[in-house]
């Protein structure tokens, strides 16, 4: 590492009476006082003093590895800083920033005889992209000569290739660099898994505020596919766990792609496990209490469940169809968000309020009560686990509200409780589930055979949610 004083935060150069500085000492000035506003920015008001902080890391979703094809693998563009704890001044410590303009390709290796892991790795480095001439005086004559002009931040990747063996572990990261991923490469041929390892960098105590009610929730916030539970091929008493990202009680945890294994199902009965994302970095499955009408439990404050999985009595493996999807997408859904990423246009015309949803269940007719279910969604049409209150009205042709008179009845006869209702009443306030869930029996009015009658509208609307819309049902009596 450089020990010029040039090259360091805070470092002091004095020059004597008409001493000549180098084009070389100009070019450095630019990165010295770059890195001292690093430092001061980086080191002192946002990461010091911010329990478990990583100093050297990656800002944003950049610097991903993905696969190209083959043993081909690319370095999305992006940028992070270094903390290189080889150099000391007055501040302490030096930051790097790591920058990567244009993504680059990496091939490793052939396949070995034996598995083995590779790393992807990234350093600072800086180069000089522009020259220029100039005239140079040289006692008594003036000389013209091509001179680098403007120096950038750049980077340099380097890959380690693992050594390989029947149960291989990853070498070691270069000196002076980030580590991006660790690959493991089959032996002889196949497919190469990457396993993300980037470091991320997150705001230290002085730049905290407190996160919104709903981002203190846990939840997943990543694409569709981020930490996604599916079936082990072949099936097995196992379930695979996507890698991906998990807000955590207001902290962002990143999991890297794991098998989990469940416990042997019970001889009698069923029960309902839940693999749930821990603060500590783990993935893990809780076992359910097996029982006749089994329930899931509850994840502890510091987990945020994943999936629900049914494990049936005597089961000998876990298919697909066992497992339930209940990775909460708040407070965006997740075609709002792509790997990290919010995307702009689908800010725009797709983050809506939550939904009342009715659906037709069962009955109806002449002077027959029909069975509505009521469900809580969100702007993409799914379901949402959340309590609600809904005011649910009938409306003649006209979308009049039928008075109280008419011979009309609506009752919550589902998972909700009713509020506010009463005998022919035409007005119903309820509230659903924990769910979001309720079910609505409407017995309509009519004197006349079925199909005659008037055109009959229940509408549901969510209470105390601005902009949040309603939905409605008819039929005819």
Same mark, same amino acid.
């Given at each position: 590492?450089?020990?010029?004083?040039?090259? &360091?935060?805070?470092?002091?150069?004095?020059?004597?009476?008409?001493?000549?500085?180098?084009?070389?000492?100009?070019?450095?000035?630019?990165?010295?006082?770059?890195?001292?506003?690093?430092? #001061?920015?980086?080191?002192?008001?946002?990461?010091?003093? @911010?329990?478990?902080?990583?100093?050297?890391?990656?800002?944003?979703?950049?610097? &991903?590895?993905? #696969?190209?094809?083959?043993?081909?693998?690319?370095? =999305?563009?992006?940028?992070?800083?270094?903390?290189?704890?080889?150099?000391?001044?007055?501040?302490?410590?030096?930051?790097?920033?790591?920058?990567? *303009?244009?993504?680059?390709?990496?091939? #490793?290796?052939?396949?070995?005889?034996?598995?083995?892991?590779?790393?992807?790795?990234?350093?600072?480095?800086?180069?000089?992209?522009?020259?220029?001439?100039?005239?140079?005086?040289?006692?008594?004559?003036?000389?013209?000569?091509?001179?680098?002009?403007?120096?950038?931040?750049?980077?340099?990747?380097?890959?380690?290739?693992? $050594?390989?063996?029947?149960?291989?572990?990853?070498?070691?990261?270069?000196?002076?660099?980030?580590?991006?991923?660790?690959?493991?490469?089959?032996?002889? *041929?196949?497919?190469?898994?990457?396993?993300?390892?980037?470091?991320?960098?997150?705001?230290?105590?002085?730049?905290?505020?407190?996160?919104?009610?709903?981002?203190?929730?846990?939840?997943?916030?990543?694409?569709?596919?981020?930490?996604?539970?599916?079936?082990?091929?072949?099936?097995?008493?196992?379930?695979?766990?996507?890698?991906?990202?998990?807000?955590? &009680?207001?902290?962002?945890?990143?999991?890297?792609?794991?098998?989990? $294994?469940?416990?042997?199902?019970?001889?009698?009965?069923?029960?309902?496990?839940?693999?749930?994302?821990?603060?500590?970095?783990?993935?893990?499955?809780?076992?359910?209490?097996?029982? /006749?009408?089994?329930?899931?439990?509850?994840?502890?404050?510091? @987990?945020?469940?994943?999936?629900?999985?049914?494990?049936?009595?005597?089961?000998?493996?876990?298919?697909?169809?066992?497992?339930?999807?209940?990775?909460?997408? /708040?407070?965006?859904?997740?075609?709002?968000?792509?790997?990290?990423?919010?995307?702009?246009?689908?800010?725009?015309?797709?983050?809506?309020?939550?939904?009342?949803?009715?659906?037709?269940?069962?009955?109806?007719?002449?002077?027959?009560?029909?069975?509505?279910?009521? @469900?809580? $969604?969100?702007?993409?049409?799914?379901?949402?686990?959340? &309590?609600?209150?809904?005011?649910?009205?009938?409306?003649?042709?006209?979308?009049?509200?039928?008075?109280?008179?008419?011979?009309?009845?609506?009752?919550?006869?589902?998972? =909700?409780?009713?509020?506010?209702?009463?005998?022919?009443?035409?007005? #119903?306030?309820?509230?659903?589930?924990?769910?979001?869930?309720?079910?609505?029996?409407? $017995?309509?009015?009519?004197?006349?055979?079925?199909?005659?009658?008037?055109?009959?509208?229940?509408?549901?609307?969510?209470?105390?949610? /601005? =902009?949040?819309?309603?939905?409605?049902? *008819?039929?005819?009596?």
């Amino acid at each position: 590492m450089p020990t010029d004083p040039l090259e &360091q935060p805070g470092g002091q150069v004095l020059w004597t009476t008409n001493e000549l500085i180098t084009s070389d000492d100009l070019n450095r000035m630019g990165p010295v006082a770059a890195a001292s506003i690093f430092d #001061l920015v980086l080191g002192r008001l946002f990461f010091e003093d @911010q329990e478990d902080a990583s100093f050297s890391g990656v800002f944003g979703d950049g610097l &991903q590895v993905t #696969l190209v094809s083959g043993l081909q693998v690319q370095i =999305g563009t992006g940028w992070g800083m270094y903390e290189d704890t080889t150099v000391t001044d007055a501040f302490g410590v030096v930051y790097r920033p790591v920058v990567l *303009s244009t993504a680059e390709n990496e091939t #490793l290796d052939a396949h070995d005889a034996n598995p083995r892991i590779d790393v992807i790795s990234i350093g600072p480095a800086t180069e000089d992209d522009e020259a220029a001439s100039r005239y140079f005086k040289s006692g008594g004559s003036a000389s013209v000569s091509s001179v680098d002009t403007r120096r950038v931040w750049s980077s340099t990747i380097t890959v380690t290739k693992g $050594t390989a063996a029947a149960s291989p572990t990853a070498p070691s990261t270069p000196s002076g660099h980030i580590k991006l991923a660790e690959i493991d490469v089959p032996a002889t *041929s196949g497919a190469i898994t990457i396993r993300d390892h980037r470091p991320r960098l997150h705001f230290g105590q002085q730049a905290l505020c407190v996160p919104p009610a709903e981002y203190m929730t846990n939840f997943v916030p990543g694409s569709a596919t981020e930490l996604q539970v599916s079936a082990s091929s072949p099936a097995a008493m196992t379930v695979e766990v996507a890698a991906g990202e998990a807000d955590v &009680q207001g902290h962002r945890y990143r999991y890297p792609a794991e098998t989990l $294994t469940v416990t042997a199902a019970d001889p009698t009965n069923s029960r309902i496990d839940i693999v749930v994302a821990d603060a500590d970095g783990t993935l893990s499955v809780t076992a359910g209490t097996p029982a /006749a009408s089994p329930t899931a439990p509850t994840p502890a404050a510091d @987990q945020a469940i994943l999936a629900t999985i049914l494990v049936a009595a005597l089961a000998s493996s876990i298919t697909s169809g066992v497992i339930t999807d209940s990775r909460k997408r /708040a407070p965006v859904g997740s075609s709002q968000v792509q790997d990290g990423a919010l995307l702009a246009a689908n800010l725009a015309d797709d983050v809506k309020p939550v939904y009342p949803k009715l659906t037709y269940v069962s009955g109806g007719g002449y002077g027959a009560a029909a069975v509505y279910s009521l @469900q809580i $969604t969100d702007g993409d049409g799914n379901s949402v686990e959340r &309590q609600c209150d809904v005011v649910v009205t009938l409306r003649d042709s006209t979308y009049q509200h039928i008075g109280a008179g008419s011979p009309s009845d609506l009752a919550e006869t589902g998972g =909700g409780s009713e509020l506010a209702a009463g005998t022919n009443a035409t007005t #119903l306030l309820l509230r659903t589930s924990a769910l979001g869930a309720a079910a609505i029996t409407a $017995t309509p009015p009519g004197s006349t055979p079925p199909g005659s009658g008037p055109t009959i509208y229940m509408e549901a609307t969510i209470v105390g949610e /601005a =902009g949040g819309g309603a939905d409605y049902v *008819s039929w005819t009596a």
